[in-house]
């Protein structure tokens, strides 16, 4: 039998406390109407309003969307084939998953740098396609990991029956193994797309003109100071972030726990 | 499976495709920073001298282990500023790591410990906010921390000052923002660990006599020793070269690598320095992976 005392109910608590208050309050002085943070002034939609005029959030916004639905995707297909490749053996597999797993832990600074001096070296116009390239990188690791780790789990026989049976690969790959793994590739393109859309660094470094996504752009108006405008953003993304999890474990069937937890 | 020779076209697509795409958008941009990070500074756009001209051939490609030096990594050396900022990021990265343990353990642990059918929900709700974004859980701070804001009304309406203290551009700030982003990368590796734990070893210590704290420092702590260094390494490396924390939270006196290497990027366009202090970065970095891996494979 397990016994759950008040210490471990105390240290739940404090913990997911410390997670939650500083989003709660960020949420709830967003509805604010006044500017300072500490005054309560009557709960309004003020500051949405104010977003909705504000012409460069929305911009940024639109492209944020773009990047990630166009590199998550990118990423899912690409990710998807090196997961398949991972449980292969072949020659120079060693450095294969060595730069499948390196991405996950190389410091974004350097991410960024190197891809930045690369578009520089081969002359390419920077801006919404290169940040699309740097995202597709970073992710496809993160979507292979993934699916790899659905695809070591299931059942081989169902493959090899089916390819015995005289099955051709592709079709053995759409019909049997997609539908088997379907639930990894699902949350690993939601995962590459919630990447997409956090990234800041390696943005800044690959961006161009004309190309300035959401985090680039809150990023800019933070260092500036506190603004409500920017409360109301974040409280969009955070409700767009949560549905997006909710309709994603509705649609598994699966604790999201489970697939989330590859990101660890 | 099959052999190089009769694998079928999709397999074969499976592997070249992911792989052409890693070289050309990985390691080949490493490869540059490497070379760059070799280069001279040089006052011309961009600045540094070229890469290597391939049309010259042989000449060319003398010329081009001619023009290595070391220079930049001298300047590294020499100059206390980077030195410094290794040292700090250093220290920064190992006192939140250790401060994250502490405070992530009681947690990890009640969740291993909760009723089975809540467990789900109490992870998922650990997970949650790191799929927010991070830069809105670093802001979310700025909100409190400022001058007038929430923490500082707070302490003022307790009573426990009696004038608003400065909180943003302090380490205290930089130490919070990156306890409270990393959290659950802590909590996660940990609570595997722990949930892993058969409980039939703390009843036999029990007993066998054994008070439940020394229980918890003989058996508890030591079989959830691979969630400890997970958990550690996990939270070490990408603190190590932290930007968007310390930049927000921070005061620019002491600048950890990441804004050491930005500003010698963007502010003084040193892109050789910079691409040196990469490679440097890197250096210091893959060392305790190398060893976490060895070891992980030696436990198998």
């Given amino acids: 039998m397990r016994r759950f005392g008040t210490v471990n109910l105390t ?17 709830i002085s967003s509805f604010n109407d006044s ?26 916004a639109s492209v944020s969307l773009r990047v990630a639905f166009l590199s998550a995707s990118a990423a899912t297909v690409l990710g998807t084939l090196a997961a398949l490749a991972l449980t292969q053996r072949f020659r120079g597999k060693l450095a294969f998953s060595g730069m499948i797993y390196a991405p996950l832990v190389m410091p974004e600074v350097i991410t960024g740098l190197s891809l930045l001096l690369l578009f520089i070296a081969v002359e390419i116009d920077r801006g919404f396609w290169t940040i699309v390239i740097a995202h597709t990188t970073l992710t496809l690791c993160f979507v292979a990991v993934v699916a790899q780790s659905r695809l070591v789990s299931f059942d081989k026989s169902l493959q090899e029956a089916a390819m015995d049976l005289g099955c051709p690969p592709l079709r053995t790959f759409l019909l049997i193994t997609l539908p088997l793994i379907w639930p990894a590739v699902a949350s690993g393109w939601m995962l590459a797309f919630a990447l997409s859309l956090d990234d800041l660094v390696i943005a800044s470094f690959v961006t161009g003109p004309g190309a300035t996504t ?27 972030v949560a549905l997006g999890l909710i309709a994603a474990s509705l649609l598994t069937k699966r604790s999201p726990s489970q697939s989330l937890g590859a990101r660890v | ?50 890469l290597m001209d391939v049309a010259a051939g042989w000449e060319g490609l003398k010329e081009f282990f001619a023009a290595l030096s070391a220079e930049n990594y001298a300047t590294l050396l020499s100059d206390s500023l980077y030195v410094w900022s290794y040292l700090k990021s250093l220290q920064v990265a190992t006192i939140s790591t250790i401060i ?30 790191f799929w927010t974004s991070f830069l809105i859980r670093v802001y979310a701070w700025i909100n409190i921390l400022q001058h007038d ?76 020793l691979p969630g400890i260094a997970a958990g550690s390494l996990l939270c070490f490396i990408p603190i190590v070269g932290e930007f968007v924390i310390p930049d927000l939270l921070g005061s620019s006196s002491t600048a950890m690598i990441g804004q050491t290497l930005w500003i010698e990027f963007f502010g003084n366009r040193d892109w050789p320095v910079a691409s040196a202090l990469a490679v440097v970065l890197l250096a210091v970095l893959v060392p305790p992976v190398l060893i976490y891996r060895r070891r992980e494979a030696g436990a198998r």
């Fill in chain 1, 35 to 60: 500017r300072l943070v500490t005054v309560w002034a009557g709960a309004s939609l003020r500051w949405y309003r104010e977003l909705l005029r504000d012409e460069a959030m929305l911009d940024a």
């Fill in chain 2, 100 to 129: 994250l343990l502490l405070i992530a353990y009681p947690v990890a642990y009640a969740l291993a410990r909760a009723p089975r059918r809540w467990q789900g929900v109490l992870v998922l709700l650990v997970i949650l906010p």
């Fill in chain 1, 11 to 27: 240290a739940l608590a404090l913990g997911l406390a410390f997670l939650y208050l500083p989003i709660a309050i960020l949420i």
């Fill in chain 1, 214 to 240: 959401l985090p680039l752009r809150i990023y800019s108006e933070v260092r500036l100071g506190v603004k409500p405008e920017i409360n109301a953003v974040c409280t969009i993304m955070i409700a767009v």
């Fill in chain 2, 1 to 50: 499976m099959n052999d190089t020779q009769q694998r079928d076209p999709l397999t074969r697509a499976a592997i070249l495709v992911p792989y052409a795409w890693l070289i050309a958008f990985f390691l080949l941009p490493f490869l540059i920073v490497l070379k760059i990070s070799f280069s001279q500074t040089t006052i011309a756009q961009p600045p540094y001298t070229p």
């Fill in chain 2, 149 to 224: 804001g929430l923490l500082n009304q707070a302490l003022i309406a307790l009573r426990i000052i009696d004038v608003p203290v400065t909180w943003l551009a302090t380490d205290t700030a930089v130490y919070l923002g990156i306890v409270y982003s990393y959290f659950p990368f802590m909590v996660l590796p940990l609570f595997a660990a722990l949930e892993k734990m058969n409980d039939t070893l703390l009843e036999a210590a029990a007993d066998l006599g054994s008070p439940p704290w020394r229980t918890f420092f003989q058996v508890t702590v030591p079989l959830s």
